[in-house]
């Protein structure tokens, strides 16, 4: 990259910065159209400056982070009770990324109610205030004995506001917090009825995107019970828990490319965010929302979310790579079926989770019921798709798709050629020493000239690097070992297949786990190479030219793909 590049890079990214802090939003993708030769890189640095600031507050509780910009404003509450408009604000009960929340009492009707209003009101742009009426009606649309009702929707003294449904009782995070975890069929009841709720929203075309314990109220607290009956939703002795969702302030329409939010932010709170959303993918569907569900009974089996860091970055990280520890690790008195609803919540790709949260809540209320689920891994088919999916580095393989094609061609021209040499009998090691010492080492320089010029180096991009030096360094040794152990040239090539299928096992790890299925026909390779051994390496150049071609096809495409629907975007 040219200095002259750099340089332009960090004027844009200075000024979206400057645009966030000033309150405005920071429209990522209209600086990228404005200049797509910076695009892709543009992306990059401005979700690495949001990491960044995450990581660089340690202070801000991982269940309080709506987004990075959630840190950015704080206020010091006025002065309490005071006049609102037809309201007399009582106190705060609740502060987060976008609002603040206050109990109050409606004058007019003389009842209590919520009044949540956008946080730092003064500094708020239109662009603000619009999004945030957008959102109130958005949930005022909403009609849900579970969701907290929205009664209305206004503005006072030029301040937009929501008067909502008052929940005086503990939200399900303090519960779990003073209490530990509940009982798996209280759990399955309660997270049954929260999922009804996410289901009613998503019909409505609503998805909420930051669903947690600590916006899940409990109306009714302690304040019931019943007993266990064969015909009880819950079979459940004890106290009633009233679950009510609340905070639609990251919501996202289904029906709209626009979100709820400001555009490029990273939004929803790491250790409930799903895989997609950690990734900063902006086609976030209800599957997202499934995911926070099944993260948010796991809490409430085991007292502690599926993915927890010191430090925000790092939770998303784990979010991104790691699986879950089991609930029965945790807490044995987790059944294996209410295991499986969980897990089945919390898989990184979006099609082997629930189809719906109506779904989830059908399996989480037989389940409560004692009833047969609906839940099970799929065969051979759900085996298949956790070997072999993508992990979230797989996206960096668009910028090696032609390149990998050219290696394959390299690949195959240079066995191609030792093959001949040793049908023509030239014997000597100095021979096949230079064509894979000079040859190897010279097109790998080139190789990665060309990625590099193609734009920045990201750290796997690196990794990967050193995993195909290695494979290299293995191969020219082979040559070594063969002359200074008086074997014949080419005695021991199998095991450059079998170096080769070592590359693709760490590829199918790091990347994706179709490389799995490289690794292995380069491992039979080897086994084959040893039983023909007058066509050997012309064998394995076939092979490994194709571990390399067809990948290499499959994201060439996908990145021709990609630069289509930007353009069109």
């Known amino acids: 990259m040219t200095p002259d590049r750099d340089e332009q890079l960090a004027v844009l990214i200075e000024r979206l910065a400057g645009d966030h802090a000033s309150g405005h939003a920071a429209d990522v993708d209209a600086v990228a159209r404005a200049h797509p030769e910076l695009a892709d890189e543009l992306r990059e640095l401005w979700a690495v400056a949001q990491f960044a600031h995450m990581a660089r507050t340690p202070s801000l509780a991982p269940d309080d982070t709506h987004s990075f910009a959630a840190a950015l404003t704080e206020s010091a509450p006025s002065a309490l009770p005071r006049t609102f408009g037809d309201f007399e604000l009582l106190e705060e009960v609740g502060r987060g990324g976008m609002g603040v929340v206050y109990k109050a009492r409606q004058l007019s009707l003389n009842r209590t109610v919520a009044i949540k209003m956008v946080r730092e009101a003064h500094l708020a742009t239109d662009a603000d205030r619009a ?6 009606e958005a949930a005022a649309k909403l009609k849900h004995p579970n969701i907290v009702t929205v009664y209305e929707v206004g503005t006072a003294g030029g301040q937009a506001y929501l008067c909502m449904e008052f929940v005086g009782g503990r939200t399900l995070a ?3 917090r003073a209490d530990g975890p509940l009982p798996p069929r209280a759990a399955a009841h309660l997270v049954a009825q929260i999922a009804r709720a996410v289901a009613s929203a998503h019909d409505a075309g609503i998805i909420h995107r930051d669903l947690k314990p600590s916006n899940i109220l409990l109306a009714l607290d302690d304040a019931m019970t ?25 919501a996202k329409r289904t029906d709209s490319t626009d979100s709820l939010t400001r555009t490029g932010a990273i939004v929803g709170t790491p250790s409930y965010m799903s895989p997609e959303q950690a990734a900063g993918r902006k086609d976030i569907t209800p599957a997202a929302d499934v ?17 927890q860091a010191a430090h925000p970055v790092d939770t998303l990280l784990l979010v991104l790579e790691q699986e879950p520890v089991p609930p029965r690790d945790l807490n044995p008195t987790v059944d294996r079926e ?3 609803i969980c897990l089945k919540c919390l898989q990184k790709p979006a099609d082997l989770r629930y189809p719906s949260a109506a779904a989830l809540a059908a399996d989480l209320e037989a389940h409560a019921a004692g009833r047969p689920v609906n839940a099970a891994p799929s065969g051979l088919r759900f085996f298949l798709a956790r070997v072999f999916r993508e992990t979230h580095h797989a996206d960096v393989l668009e910028n090696w798709g032609k390149l990998w094609m050219w290696h394959s061609a390299m690949i195959f021209l240079l066995c191609l050629l030792s093959q001949v040499m040793k049908w023509t009998n030239l014997d000597h090691h100095l021979w096949y020493m230079s064509v894979w010492s000079v040859g190897l080492v010279a097109w790998g320089a080139v190789l990665w000239q060309l990625r590099k010029a193609a734009g ?25 070992i063969e002359w200074l152990g008086n074997l014949p040239a080419l005695t021991l090539s199998p095991a450059v297949a079998v170096a080769a299928g070592m590359v693709m096992t760490f590829k199918a790890g790091l990347l994706s786990g179709r490389f799995y299925i490289w690794a292995a026909a380069n491992f039979v390779t080897a086994v084959v190479m040893s039983v023909v051994p ?3 390496v ?32």
């Open 131 to 136: 999004r945030f009426r957008t959102e109130a």
């Open 174 to 176: 303090e519960k779990v």
């Open 226 to 250: 019943v007993e266990p009956s064969g015909s009880s939703a819950s079979g459940l002795r004890g106290p009633i828990l009233q679950p009510k969702v609340s905070d639609f302030g990251l």
């Open 291 to 307: 995911y926070a569900l099944g993260a948010i009974l796991y809490e409430l089996l085991t007292g502690r979310p599926p993915f």
């Open 338 to 340: 209410l295991e499986m």
């Open 456 to 480: 920045p180096v990201l750290f796997v991009e690196r990794q990967i690097a050193h995993a195909w030096a290695a494979g290299v360094m293995a191969s020219i040794s082979m040559f070594w």
């Open 534 to 536: 007058q066509a050997n």
């Open 538 to 569: 012309l064998l394995f150049g076939v092979v490994s030219a194709l571990s390399f071609f067809v990948p290499g096809l499959k994201y060439y495409r996908q990145r021709a793909e990609s630069l289509a629907r930007r353009a069109a975007a």
